[in-house]
């Protein structure tokens, strides 16, 4: 019998090993919806155990997500919102790329991002209302796309916010007056050069 037990506990233990775990699988399938021009994912594999081996990413000392630093790395395609399963992901770099489509929705569960760069890539569509649930966001630049619409309102829950960029996108309507007012900011109108809004209100 204590064979028996001790079989099943290996097993489990050789199986848990074996098996990828759900941060290889985000970050695999995040490779998929990408063109990767200079093979800098080329790693990101799901037979992986741990995505800690992975380039360009970043792990803390419990093996989980903090970091992913893709910038001006040729990379084309669109966002997979599997990345917002990483939920311990602090950082976020993907600027200067030339991805395409929507920014996923599901980005504003990532409720320890600190840093979110999606500048100067050909992003289209609205900025998330979910971006007002990423309440540790620090540093947010969505410069150079291609974004339309309004600011959503629930930016302003964003206390912590110390530096945004929403330049040189097709952006319309007002600038959310409490946005304005958020104390954290330390150069608020030197951040809003060339938003194309309709009407600017301060």
Known sequence: MKLVAFGLVLLGCLQSLAAPDNQVIALYEMRMM??????VLKD????QVSPCYFDNVRCDQDGSVIGITLSSSGLSGILS????TLTTLQQLLLDGNS???GIPQELGNLSNLMTLKLGRNSLNGSIPESFGFLSELQNLDLSENLLIGNIPNSLSNLSSLNNINLAYNSL?????EQLLQVSQYKQPFELWPALNFMQWKH
């Open 34 to 39: 990408l063109t990767d021009s200079r093979s």
């Open 172 to 176: 319309s309507g007002e600038i959310p």
């Open 81 to 84: 919102p599997s990345i917002a």
């Open 99 to 101: 991805i395409t489509g």
């Open 44 to 47: 990101w594999n799901n037979n």
